[in-house]
């Protein structure tokens, strides 16, 4: 907030530079002996205008340059000279090819415009955003891209009421591009098929690991497919007061309890993340703890916890949420995601998934 008011000088500067050129061109023009000229000045005008202006304001801004010109050689009484004619020849042709610049730049945003539909609509139907309330239970969830303007990575999260309770999963692919997008849709449907038919938690996480392993062998090169993604699923069975984790791989989810203490849900033997079948194996546990009335679960991804400072100093959300209270789950999430890019800056390197739930 406290950078708002430069950049809006600033733009309104950018602006107004087409109109300043011209007139401090005419200026300089009246005010210099008839062998100094402002044309260079003048014609940069409609150069400036044509990724600013639309086509309106830019055909004018070359007319404008054309008369003033023309305005001014009159009234040096030299219209008809050589030089005077060559050079508001220059002018004209600029403001022609000016125009051309503005169709041009005015078509690419367009295309740039389509481009982010479709990628907001990928999203939607890759990541939809959860309903607030599932099982009784308030939820949010929030994606934040590392690169601005982009909408589609490797981070992915779920949320689906079963008959065995509201399940939850929050994970993140190995790599970026289409390749990690295709391992996001392949265990986000692997999910939502898995939560609502087994019968346990561990048999979930069990599922997620055979649908990578399938889609690693029908596709060629890891180029196309990733291969192993880190996660962690949580399961809070209708009408108990618990909530059971699996970790594969993936941060540990955070407990904050109604009275600001936070804990930190290590889990308690470490797995190999999904997909990774290959280089061992061995039973997933769900590891049980309590969930009061009040509470919240936040499961995240490593974009939150290993976002730097400019001093190389990880962003600890246990740390920062400890003592605090929030009114909600969507406001617990917004508060994270304006902290994490006040700590990081300019220097956020990856995508950032995050999910709370919280028992009312």
Same mark, same amino acid.
């Given at each position: 907030?406290?950078?708002?008011?430069?950049?809006?000088?600033?733009?309104?500067?950018?602006?107004?530079?087409?109109?300043?050129?011209?007139?401090?061109?005419?200026?300089?023009?009246?005010?210099?002996?008839?062998?100094?000229?402002?044309?260079?000045?003048?014609?940069?005008?409609?150069?400036?205008?044509?990724?600013?202006?639309?086509?309106?304001?830019?055909?004018?801004?070359?007319?404008?340059?054309?008369?003033?010109?023309?305005?001014?050689?009159?009234?040096?009484?030299?219209?008809?000279?050589?030089?005077?004619?060559?050079?508001?020849?220059?002018?004209?042709?600029?403001?022609?090819? %000016? &125009? =051309?610049?503005?169709?041009?730049? @005015?078509? $690419?945003?367009?295309?740039? !415009?389509?481009?982010? /539909?479709? *990628?907001? #609509?990928?999203?939607? %139907? &890759? =990541?939809?955003?959860?309903?607030? @309330?599932? $099982?009784?239970?308030?939820? !949010?969830?929030?994606? /934040?891209? *590392?690169? #601005?303007?982009?909408?589609?990575?490797?981070?992915?999260?779920?949320?689906?009421?079963?008959?065995?309770?509201?399940?939850?999963?929050?994970?993140?692919?190995?790599?970026?591009?289409?390749?990690?997008?295709?391992?996001?849709?392949?265990?986000?449907?692997?999910?939502?098929?898995?939560?609502?038919?087994?019968?346990?938690?561990?048999?979930?996480?069990?599922?997620?690991?055979?649908?990578?392993?399938?889609?690693?062998?029908?596709?060629?090169?890891?180029?196309?497919?990733?291969?192993?993604?880190?996660?962690?699923?949580?399961?809070?069975?209708?009408?108990?007061?618990?909530?059971?984790?699996?970790?594969?791989?993936?941060?540990?989810?955070?407990?904050?309890?109604?009275?600001?203490?936070?804990?930190?849900?290590?889990?308690?033997?470490?797995?190999?993340?999904?997909?990774?079948?290959?280089?061992?194996?061995?039973?997933?546990?769900?590891?049980?703890?309590?969930?009061?009335?009040?509470?919240?679960?936040?499961?995240?991804?490593?974009?939150?916890?290993?976002?730097?400072?400019?001093?190389?100093?990880?962003?600890?959300?246990?740390?920062?949420?400890?003592?605090?209270?929030?009114?909600?789950?969507?406001?617990?999430?917004?508060?994270?995601?304006?902290?994490?890019?006040?700590?990081?800056?300019?220097?956020?390197?990856?995508?950032?998934?995050?999910?709370?739930?919280?028992?009312?």
């Amino acid at each position: 907030m406290e950078q708002e008011g430069p950049i809006s000088y600033a733009r309104t500067f950018v602006r107004l530079l087409p109109a300043l050129l011209i007139v401090g061109g005419t200026f300089y023009d009246y005010l210099t002996p008839s062998r100094f000229t402002a044309g260079p000045l003048v014609t940069a005008a409609p150069l400036v205008a044509a990724p600013l202006y639309a086509r309106r304001g830019t055909v004018l801004t070359g007319i404008a340059t054309v008369l003033v010109v023309t305005a001014i050689h009159a009234g040096m009484g030299i219209l008809f000279q050589v030089e005077a004619v060559t050079e508001l020849v220059t002018v004209a042709t600029v403001a022609v090819l %000016a &125009v =051309l610049i503005n169709l041009l730049v @005015r078509r $690419g945003r367009e295309e740039l !415009a389509s481009q982010r /539909e479709i *990628a907001e #609509a990928a999203q939607r %139907a &890759v =990541l939809p955003e959860p309903a607030e @309330r599932i $099982g009784g239970l308030a939820i !949010a969830a929030r994606y /934040e891209a *590392a690169q #601005a303007g982009a909408f589609i990575g490797g981070d992915l999260y779920a949320v689906q009421d079963s008959p065995h309770g509201v399940r939850l999963v929050v994970g993140d692919v190995r790599g970026k591009g289409m390749g990690a997008v295709a391992a996001v849709a392949v265990v986000i449907g692997a999910f939502r098929e898995a939560a609502e038919q087994e019968a346990t938690l561990e048999a979930v996480a069990q599922r997620l690991d055979r649908a990578l392993a399938r889609e690693a062998a029908r596709r060629e090169g890891i180029e196309l497919f990733e291969g192993f993604t880190t996660a962690v699923l949580a399961e809070l069975p209708h009408g108990e007061g618990v909530v059971r984790i699996v970790t594969r791989g993936h941060p540990p989810p955070l407990l904050l309890c109604p009275d600001g203490i936070v804990h930190t849900l290590h889990a308690g033997e470490p797995a190999l993340p999904l997909g990774m079948g290959d280089f061992g194996s061995w039973p997933d546990r769900a590891e049980e703890t309590a969930f009061r009335s009040g509470a919240t679960l936040l499961l995240y991804t490593d974009g939150l916890s290993e976002a730097r400072d400019e001093r190389g100093r990880f962003f600890e959300p246990a740390d920062r949420l400890s003592g605090r209270l929030f009114q909600d789950p969507a406001a617990l999430l917004a508060t994270l995601a304006r902290e994490v890019h006040r700590h990081a800056g300019e220097a956020t390197t990856d995508d950032m998934a995050l999910l709370a739930v919280r028992r009312p």
